[in-house]
């Protein structure tokens, strides 16, 4: 999340740029960094975009992903499950949405790359006890 706009992301550094950037964020038009739709939703509509996110966008995504998994893990390692309050999903939700970024980048980045997003979704499985979300909830 940032402060600033596509539009200022795209005056300082150019439309390429500012396309990666669009493409990494689950914000829509008219949303701001507290007035956003709810997290389900945003989820499910970035997933469906994910699939379809140019290359560039691609790697930029999964590489953004895997830092902040990684950052995630290693909290919940040293603080333990009370770093969840800090999210606005619950561990199940986390772990679906976790999931389905890896998924969806499975063949568009490069493949360790992928294993990575994938084994840190099981590790944040195993550290928080979650569970699968069902089918109609996730």
């Given at each position: 999340?940032?402060?600033?706009?596509?539009?200022?992301?795209?005056?300082?550094f150019?439309?390429g740029?500012?396309?990666i950037?669009?493409?990494?964020?689950d914000?829509?038009?008219?949303?701001?960094?507290?007035?956003?739709?709810p997290?389900l939703?945003?989820?499910?509509?970035?997933?469906?975009?994910l699939?379809?996110?140019?290359?560039?966008?691609?790697l930029?995504?999964?590489?953004?992903?895997?830092?902040?998994?990684?950052?995630?893990?290693?909290?919940?390692?040293?603080d333990?499950?009370?770093?969840l309050?800090?999210?606005?999903?619950?561990?199940e939700?986390?772990?679906?949405?976790?999931?389905?970024?890896?998924?969806?980048?499975?063949?568009?980045?490069?493949d360790?790359?992928?294993a990575l997003?994938?084994g840190?979704?099981?590790?944040f499985a195993?550290?928080?006890g979650?569970?699968?979300?069902?089918?109609?909830?996730g």
């Amino acid at each position: 999340d940032t402060a600033r706009s596509i539009a200022e992301v795209e005056a300082a550094f150019g439309s390429g740029v500012a396309a990666i950037v669009a493409d990494c964020t689950d914000t829509g038009p008219g949303e701001s960094l507290g007035n956003k739709r709810p997290w389900l939703l945003r989820k499910r509509e970035y997933l469906a975009r994910l699939r379809a996110s140019p290359p560039r966008s691609a790697l930029v995504i999964a590489c953004d992903k895997l830092h902040n998994t990684s950052g995630l893990i290693a909290d919940i390692e040293r603080d333990g499950p009370a770093t969840l309050a800090r999210f606005n999903a619950p561990a199940e939700g986390q772990l679906w949405y976790m999931r389905g970024v890896a998924a969806a980048l499975v063949g568009r980045v490069p493949d360790g790359l992928a294993a990575l997003l994938a084994g840190h979704a099981e590790r944040f499985a195993a550290l928080t006890g979650a569970i699968a979300w069902p089918d109609d909830q996730g």
